[in-house]
């Protein structure tokens, strides 16, 4: 019944549908084309037009908006949960300078974001009481359906329950983010059976391969190391991928996988904005909180503008802003923003030149601060750039050397940023510069073609990118020893799980015997590392690892209750066992000391199926 392989990029500014037709034999030859689902939607009220993107924007309109957004796609209206309708697309993303505190942008950041409760109506953050909310979860199912409706309205003879789908996230999603990743889809109507995770470096990955075709192989050679470098318009993402010969065939491995960053684009336009606003304030007028989102808008405009291909040096572009006081001439405000000052700015403040042993600066902080996404304090990707180099390096100290660099996001787009990139890396390996993978396909189509490509590859029996975990996975041991008012017991972190370990595999955790406490709701404690490479099963680390800048990041703790079939049995002696199921699940099992009674505990670590 499975007619065609969809690619979804579920992105944080844009969301992307690919497909191809099923292939009617598995000869790797015949893999059919990928191609990019054009998807409806509202550029304006009750106008809808189709592009070959979904801007991830949400946009709650009034009760006497709502009529204007009801009949114009082809599937009726997009919906909450509980039938309130909403607006997906360009016209929410247009909506979000206008009405900010109805409008909801950055729900996959949302979704890792451990210190909010991911399914508690939240966003849009901030806005007052009287504007209805969803929640991270909500909006990403939102999102997800409009696809789904798009793909059914483009394809009414198959429906995506019958399609085999892949799903992109981030390399560094956590365990519980690729979980709430996954309830979203399975919500949204994506079939629970036919759905795979693949990593989103990964899927660029795949792309370029789905264009060289078998001329990769001349270009990539043993113990080469690719840097895919992942700017998108909220988030960066870094992944190694070195290439391994197995059986006389060169294979790809993901080597490691960098911290999920919230900086990327839409810093940008905010930094662009700001010097805006300076030379207007230099004009005398100042911006009220409403004109200022309407600049960040309008910035973004001027960035692509100015830093598209075929701008000349000596351009400029004039943003205006709608007056809101009476003092404005005309009723806007304008100043003309030269070319140059916009390289210099961005160049300069998110790809300056740095050394190699630079890392990211980290500024003092007040006490007290509003909760919110935890965006990246120094804005300079160059100098996360070296500190992942540097930790992904050997344990003499060497960095990790890249051999050739495939870039991904919508950033790269602008060749004087891809430039300058290019120009802090020879400077790191002047003797052996980095080389560039060129794509010519658009790169904010990528993720989802590769997504795509990835899915003919297991059929068509293709290259695959193999590593098993990007994580080390520990649970954490809570100390005995004398009590302190107020002062919860230390936590050590024992690594049940390493970096690499296959799905389908099991390992014991060698250890000392741990008490498992049954027969009442308790809190489970997990972290997980993308650097500790060196652990292994039954590594036991001290709480000068857990928490602040340490290496271990916690995962959201799970509350459960194991059964306890003997009243006096509450603290039971057990050892650990894990398993990553062929599923992507990772299983802990708690095995009795003095019995067979055993106990699992389980949640998500797919990398790539």
Not at 8 to 27: Q, R
Not at 180 to 188: F, H, I, M, Q, S
Not at 378 to 392: I, N, V
Not at 407 to 422: D, M, Q, S, W
């Amino acid at each position: 019944m499975t007619q065609y392989i969809i690619g979804i990029d579920l992105g944080t500014t844009n969301s992307v549908l690919a497909y191809a037709k099923m292939p009617e034999d598995a000869e790797h030859d015949n893999v059919p084309d990928v191609e990019i689902l054009p998807i409806p939607q509202y550029v304006a009220a009750g106008t809808v037009e189709s592009r070959k993107s979904l801007p991830s924007f949400v946009y709650l309109p009034t009760e006497q908006e709502a009529a204007q957004y009801d009949t114009a796609l082809p599937w009726g209206k997009d919906q909450a949960s509980g039938g309130h309708t909403i607006v997906l697309g360009e016209s929410a993303r247009r909506r979000s300078s206008e009405v900010p505190d109805r409008s909801i942008s950055a729900a996959k950041s949302w979704l890792c974001h451990s210190k909010v409760d991911r399914r508690a109506t939240i966003l849009p953050w901030n806005a007052a009481d009287d504007v209805g909310k969803l929640s991270p979860l909500e909006v990403s199912r939102a999102i997800l359906r409009h696809l789904i409706d798009a793909w059914e309205s483009a394809f009414p003879d198959a429906p995506v329950a019958e399609q085999q789908v892949v799903l992109t996230v981030p390399a560094s999603f956590d365990a519980s983010a690729r979980e709430l990743t996954r309830e979203a889809a399975v919500a949204a109507g994506l079939p629970k059976e036919r759905l795979l995770f693949l990593e989103e470096p990964q899927a660029a990955v795949y792309s370029w391969l789905c264009e060289t075709g078998d001329r990769w192989r001349k270009m990539l050679h043993v113990g080469d190391k690719l840097l895919v470098c992942d700017v998108g318009g909220g988030t960066t993402d870094l992944t190694l991928v070195t290439v391994e010969e197995e059986d006389g065939e060169l294979t790809f491995k993901r080597l490691a996988v960098g911290d999920h960053l919230l900086v990327g684009g839409d810093n940008m336009d905010l930094a662009l904005a700001h010097f805006v606003a300076e030379l207007l304030a230099e004009k005398g007028t100042k911006l009220d909180p409403w004109q200022s989102v309407a600049l960040w808008h309008s910035a973004r405009e001027a960035k692509e503008t100015l830093l598209a291909e075929g701008a000349k040096e000596k351009d400029k572009h004039k943003i205006s802003v709608l007056g809101r006081g009476s003092k404005l001439i005309g009723g806007t405000v304008s100043v003309d923003v030269p070319r140059a000052k916009v390289v210099e700015l961005l160049a300069d403040g998110f790809f300056p030149k740095v050394a190699l042993t630079d890392r990211p600066k980290r500024r003092a902080m007040s006490g007290f601060r509003e909760i919110g996404l935890p965006f990246e304090q120094d804005s300079a990707m160059t100098r996360h750039l070296a500190a992942f180099l540097s930790a992904q390096g050997a344990d003499d100290g060497t960095v990790a050397r890249p051999t050739h660099v495939l870039l991904n996001g919508g950033v790269f787009r602008a060749a004087v940023l891809e430039k300058r990139l290019f120009d802090v890396l020879a400077d790191w390996f002047p003797d052996a510069v980095p080389q560039r993978l060129c794509p010519t396909f658009e790169l904010d189509h990528a993720v989802a073609r590769g997504a795509a490509f990835y899915g003919l590859s297991k059929i068509c029996g293709g290259i695959r990118i193999r590593g098993g975990t990007a994580r080390a996975y520990y649970v954490g041991i809570e100390t005995s020893g004398l009590a302190i008012p107020g002062a919860p017991r230390p936590l050590k972190a024992l690594c049940v799980a390493p970096i690499g370990m296959e799905e389908g595999t099991e390992c014991d955790a060698p250890s000392d015997e741990f008490a498992l406490i049954t027969g009442e709701p308790v809190p489970f404690r997990f972290f997980s590392s993308t650097t500790r490479r060196s652990d292994k099963p039954g590594t036991l680390l001290d709480a000068s690892h857990i928490g602040g800048e340490s290496e271990l990041a916690e995962t959201d703790s799970m509350e459960a209750l194991l059964p306890c079939e003997d009243s006096e049995d509450e603290e039971v002696p057990v050892r650990f066992q894990t398993r990553v199921t062929e599923l992507g699940m990772l299983e802990l099992w708690s095995l009795a000391a003095n019995s067979d009674k055993r106990w699992k505990l389980e949640f998500s670590v797919r990398e790539e199926t």
